[in-house]
């Protein structure tokens, strides 16, 4: 059993900032990557942010410069400076990792944290 768990989202006003934090935990054999996803009301989830193992990371045109992601053994943090109401939306982390006696990697989820900037 693998969890993906976020935290951290909440109410800011525009130019404001925030930070999420995602841990994953169980029976965890190794991560390939973790990332975040947005998803504004009536539109796809959308990926914002990534990061492997080897520290390689991606960022959304939409969000460079603004949002940073990092990570500490299975936790990933999205530190968010000068949101905008376009940053609007239910963020989700994914883990992309293999379990204890699997023989190839899965998508893990998180049940999402909301974000609301306002303008």
């Known amino acids: 059993q693998v969890q993906v768990v976020e935290s951290g989202g909440g109410l800011v006003q525009a130019g404001g900032s925030l930070r999420l934090s995602c841990a994953a935990s169980g029976s965890i054999f190794s991560i390939n990557s973790m990332g975040w996803y947005r998803q504004a009301p009536g539109k796809q989830r959308d990926l914002v942010a990534s990061?492997?193992?080897?520290?390689t990371t991606y960022y959304a045109d939409s969000v460079k410069g603004r949002f940073t992601i990092s990570r500490a053994k299975n936790t990933v943090y999205l530190q968010m400076n000068s949101l905008k109401s376009e940053d609007t939306g239910a963020y989700y982390c994914?883990?992309?990792?293999?379990?204890?006696?699997?023989?190839?990697?899965?998508?893990?989820w998180g049940k999402g944290t909301l974000v609301t900037v306002s303008s």
């Open positions: 990061i492997t193992t080897g520290g």
């Open positions: 994914n883990a992309d990792l293999f379990s204890y006696g699997s023989h190839s990697p899965k998508d893990y």
